[in-house]
């Protein structure tokens, strides 16, 4: 899979990137992977970082021909636990407007979650990706929930960064997961 970048949405001093994939809008078929990590480290629009790269080789080891990945929440920092302690809604609401923008008119995406543990390095995560969740349920209810093999014994999704090639994708209960406290 080329690293041909076309979809590339960032705030105006590129210090959030909302979205990031290898197809033009108008070209998104049933053979592009939708990816969810938690917030974007260094990958741009003419190099991938080591979390893209694994994430081309699990939508190609999986008969994927694109992507497109976005982020629970969109701020650049290579360690998620250096993120604000605060949420800022303004980024946050413009992430989630790409997001939406991005998968309207898509019939029955495949949205992969990748991000493991790193959920749980700041308290306003969990609730980002609640909202992600019913607000593009909303557009689509014909989604299709991955992850990477077996949850992790913490009850979350493995990060591809972590995760060995011979695991498949497979479906995730959204609703189940998302009402389970438990997750470490």
């Known amino acids: ?3 041909n970048i ?3 949405e960032t705030d105006e001093y590129n210090q959030c990137r909302f ?3 290898n197809i033009a809008l ?3 078929t049933n053979s592009t992977l939708f990816v969810f990590g938690i917030n974007p480290s260094t990958a741009d629009d003419q190099k991938p970082d080591h979390t893209i790269k694994k994430v081309i080789g699990f939508a190609e080891h999986n008969s994927y021909s694109s992507f497109v990945m976005f982020n629970v929440y969109p701020l650049r920092e ?6 604000p302690p605060e949420m800022n809604d303004d980024i946050f609401n413009q992430n989630l407007n790409v997001i939406k923008e991005i998968l309207s008119d898509i019939n029955n995406p495949h949205i992969l979650l990748a991000y493991g543990k790193l959920i749980n390095s700041r308290n306003y995560l969990r ?6 969740y019913r607000e593009i349920q ?4 014909d989604i299709k929930w991955l992850r990477i093999g077996p949850m992790l014994v913490c009850g979350h ?19 189940r997961y998302l009402s389970n406290d438990t997750n470490n």
């Not at 290579?78 to 993120?83: A, D, H, V």
């Not at 909303?138 to 209810?141: D, F, P, R, V």
């Open 157 to 175: 999704p493995r990060h591809p960064l972590y995760a060995p090639y011979r695991y498949k994708l497979e479906e995730i209960d959204m609703d």
């Open 78 to 83: 290579t360690y998620p636990y250096k993120l």
């Open 26 to 28: 108008e070209n998104i």
């Open 1 to 3: 899979m080329d690293y």
């Open 127 to 132: 609730p980002c990706l609640n909202q992600i």
């Open 138 to 141: 909303n557009l689509n209810q």
């Open 6 to 8: 076309e979809i590339y």
């Open 19 to 21: 979205a990031l994939g």
